[in-house]
């Protein structure tokens, strides 16, 4: 059934929505458990295409630029080549863009390439297999920030799927994969009510919190037998 996305939002009796919700009723649909997880998708944009933000100059007409402030008046490929190496952080989001596509967000994809790119998450239900919500955002934007406005989306669906249900179901549960663990992710989702299941990553510091708490056990332990043990009297 073809549906044209400016019909959508105005038609709620729309045959569309009436043939979704009896899909939505033979597969068990409810939406209180769903998964959320992120996938990177590579942009139709050229890294040789972006531009400054500030000055709308070329990748190779900024580093022309700071040659000649150098002190090199002619500047050769193999000059600006080095010239780019010495740099420290060499593109930034905050300072670069693409003018064919504004919204796409400079990267390192799982490959180690530097390219452009979106990040697309989705959240899926895990009694049905039902997709929920897919939300689009920068590929810059972290898995702990992400996450928030993903979930929003999928309880604004799920609540939308059960409008005209005389048992209502609502979001309650989300599970997903230790890039999105916070501490405050973890107290967001529970001040409204959702159970998270998000496996807490290894971190440095808690590795070094059990060292320190070992180390002062076992300096204590000496003191302790010292004072708690007495010998025997023989008589």
């Known amino acids: 059934m073809w549906v044209s996305a400016t019909d959508l939002p105005v038609s709620p009796g729309h ?23 992120a996938t990177t998708l590579e942009a139709d944009a050229a890294m040789r295409s972006i531009v400054r933000r500030d000055t709308g100059e070329s990748y190779q007409e900024f580093l022309t ?15 600006l080549a080095r010239l780019d190496r010495r740099r420290k952080k060499r593109t930034s989001n905050k300072d670069w863009k693409n003018p064919f596509d504004p919204d796409a967000k400079i990267t390192k994809m799982k490959d180690g390439r530097t390219h452009l790119a ?10 049905s297999g039902t997709l929920v919500a897919v939300t689009l955002q920068g590929a810059d934007v972290g898995d702990t920030t992400s996450l928030v406005e993903t979930a ?13 249900s005389a ?31 998000i496996a807490e990553p290894e971190r440095l510091v808690h590795v070094w919190m059990v ?23 023989v008589c």
């Open 15 to 37: 045959p569309f929505y009436v043939r979704l919700n009896a899909i939505l009723d033979e597969a068990g649909f409810e939406g209180r458990t769903v998964a959320i997880d």
């Open 167 to 197: 048992t209502p179901a609502e979001l309650t549960e989300i599970i997903a994969d230790k890039g999105y663990h916070s501490n405050q992710t973890m107290i967001d989702l529970a001040a409204v009510g959702v159970r998270s299941y």
């Open 152 to 164: 929003i989306a999928a309880a604004e669906q799920v609540e939308a799927a059960h409008a005209s």
């Open 118 to 127: 979106h990040k697309a998450e989705h959240a899926v239900d895990l009694d």
């Open 65 to 79: 630029r700071l040659a000649v402030a150098s002190g090199l008046k002619t500047p050769t490929r193999e000059a």
């Open 211 to 233: 060292a320190q708490r070992f180390w002062r056990v076992w300096q204590s332990l000496p003191r302790v037998l010292s004072t708690s043990w007495t010998p025997m009297r």
